[in-house]
């Protein structure tokens, strides 16, 4: 999957759109393909300047049971169970903070 388009070039492509400016040119302008700026335009026009902010949730950093950062509760998981593998100890963890 492709990174996503940061919000500082999201708010210069809403700009540049609302002062009239077309997919073909904000693509070449920006260095983008023109199918990321139409998507992101159509956005725009539907939702407007909330349009901008990314739909993406960021990934936890703390357990929310324990407060501890995921990598420290990884780690203390590993220790208090060798025999698990890094593949369990990712699905417990996820399990355990909800999403992502």
Not at 4 to 31: C, D, K
Not at 50 to 58: N, S
Not at 66 to 91: C, D, N, Y
Request: aromatic share 6%; net charge positive; hydrophobic share 40%.
């Amino acid at each position: 999957m492709p990174s996503p388009i940061p919000v500082p070039v999201r708010q210069a492509i809403f700009r540049r759109w609302q002062q009239g400016a077309s997919v073909p040119v904000l693509a070449e302008e920006l260095n983008l393909s023109e199918r990321t700026v139409r998507h992101l335009v159509r956005r725009f026009a539907a939702r407007g300047l909330q349009g901008v902010d990314p739909d993406y949730a960021r990934c936890a950093t703390k357990s929310a049971a324990t407060g501890k950062p995921l990598f420290s509760k990884a780690v203390q998981m590993r220790q208090e169970h060798p025999t698990w593998g890094a593949g369990l100890i990712r699905v417990l963890l996820k399990e355990e903070i909800g999403a992502c």
